[in-house]
């Protein structure tokens, strides 16, 4: 699989592999992490969220991981499909009501 | 879970004409935001449209280049004015129904000639 140890702005991978897509936050009071998918000419949509009481949270196909030590987010798809192509943001939440602060962007790349 | 309709979906305008982008929502919700995301870039928070109140602005914006109405709780427009080519971005309504994620809109695409 390919994985990223800082934020890039693109990421290609071969069918089949595991992605890795990484965010640095900047707010160490957030509480609230998301990550959302933007496919080209769609507004964003939800795929994945973790609240600051957890390390760890899986969804389908998906795995969140969140690191408030270093103030670092994670994303992982298993067998990455090309239909996982489009750009992924994280968003943090640093109070209950309030909007979402996004973080670059990452364009995902997959061919077969 | 919320559908949230946006309209015009785009446009195209001339340069110191402004526009009033609608976001109509299927149910009623408190919170919902404004974001501009310019071409390649990310979501960038516009504005906060409280309902029967003024719109609370981030840093950057202001109400007189983006007034911002809220008559109820399913209902909001964005004008942008006296646009300029650099105001040409993708605006995008969003709302907060629970305590959760924000459901956005497909965006109005905007290009200011």
């Known amino acids: 699989g390919e994985s990223v140890g800082l934020h890039l702005p693109t990421l290609s991978v071969q069918e089949g592999d595991n992605s890795i897509i990484n965010c640095a936050y900047s707010?160490?009071?957030?509480?609230?992490f998301i990550w959302y998918k933007q496919e080209s000419g769609k507004g964003p949509q939800f795929i994945i969220d973790?609240?600051?009481?957890?390390d760890k949270r899986q969804g389908q196909r998906v795995t969140v991981l969140l690191n408030k030590t270093v103030k670092h987010l994670s994303l992982q798809i298993a067998a990455t499909q090309p239909g996982d192509s489009a750009v992924y943001f994280c968003?943090?939440?640093?109070?209950?009501?309030?909007?979402?602060?996004f973080g670059k962007g990452t364009t995902l790349s997959v061919s077969s | 879970s919320a559908v949230i309709s946006q309209k015009p979906s785009r446009d195209i305008c001339q340069r110191g004409t402004s526009l009033t982008i609608q976001c109509q929502v299927d149910?009623?919700?408190?919170?919902m935001f404004w974001y501009r995301q310019q071409p390649g870039q990310s979501l960038t928070l516009i504005a906060t449209?409280?309902?029967?109140?003024?719109?609370?602005?981030e840093s950057g914006f202001v109400i007189d280049k983006f007034p911002i109405s809220r008559p109820n709780l399913t209902f909001s427009t964005l004008t942008v004015s006296n646009m300029s080519p650099e105001d040409s971005s993708i605006y995008l309504c969003?709302?907060?129904?629970?305590?959760?994620?924000?459901?956005f809109g497909e965006g109005s695409r905007l290009t200011v000639l």
């Open positions: 969003s709302v907060l129904p629970g305590t959760g994620e924000l459901f």
């Open positions: 707010n160490s009071a957030s509480d609230y």
């Open positions: 973790i609240r600051s009481n957890m």
């Open positions: 968003a943090e939440r640093s109070q209950a009501g309030t909007a979402l602060i």
């Open positions: 149910s009623q919700v408190t919170m």
């Open positions: 449209a409280n309902q029967g109140s003024e719109a609370t602005y």
